[in-house]
T-cell receptor, first 113, second 113 residues
């Protein structure tokens, strides 16, 4: 069975600095999707970025980018120029052939002014 | 208007009561999901449905049942609520044509006394 591991329960970063959130996963599949979701205090789940495993190029969305290492089964999220509004819980997620999404336990990100 | 809505947004009930959480979507997606979120555990899949006639159990379906009344509606029932079902419940939708991204409702916070 697939698993998703986020090893950092909490992280802090100074405003305007860069922070990287880690995620590793375990799978025997070769074709899958990976996601990062953000959950602010409003509790809404918001898609931050997604990556298709067959694409070698790392996905980027404005200040958010990923470092996708397929062989290492690693999918980290980099947030550049951190802003106060980035403070939230971040979830890494995996979707495989069975169409179910598996979430990690989350990393709570604090932004220090 | 929100694409995925959940009612109620908050609910307090007593042990042994039957309760239904409702989810509606206007995105036209064929797939719908129910998750629960507990602190420190991330999101876990309860049930999912790929169309009106297709219902599947997820990771933690015991104590829950679902009904897919129409493509746009997917309800979650707790037949006899118990305190450890106190959690935040999310409905989500997805469409294969949108790279498997799931779109979440605002969540229902349920407290079972």
């Amino acid at each position: 069975a697939q698993t998703v591991t986020q090893s950092q329960p909490e992280m802090s970063v100074q405003e305007a600095e860069t922070v990287t959130l880690s995620c590793t996963y375990d799978t025997s599949e070769s074709d899958y999707y990976l996601f990062w979701y953000k959950q602010p205090p409003s509790r809404q789940m918001i898609l931050v970025i997604r990556q298709e495993a067959y694409k070698q190029q790392n996905a980027t969305e404005n200040r958010f980018s990923v470092n996708f290492q397929k062989a290492a089964k690693s999918f980290s999220l980099k947030i550049s120029d951190s802003q106060l509004g980035d403070a939230a819980m971040y979830f890494c997620a995996y979707r495989g052939r069975d169409d179910k999404i598996i979430f990690g336990k989350g990393t709570r990100l604090h932004i220090l002014p | 208007d929100a694409d995925v809505t959940q009612t109620p947004r908050n609910r307090i009930t007593k042990t042994g009561k039957r309760i239904m959480l409702e989810c509606s979507q206007t995105k036209g997606h064929d797939r719908m999901y129910w998750y629960r979120q507990d602190p420190g555990l991330g999101l876990r899949l309860i049930y999912y449905s790929f169309d009106v006639k297709d219902i599947n159990k997820g990771e933690i379906s015991d104590g829950y049942s679902v009904s897919r009344q129409a493509q746009a509606k997917f309800s979650l029932s707790l037949e006899s609520a118990i305190p450890n079902q106190t959690a935040l419940y999310f409905c989500a939708t997805s469409d294969r044509l949108e790279q498997e991204t799931q779109y979440f409702g605002p969540g229902t916070r349920l407290l079972v006394l």
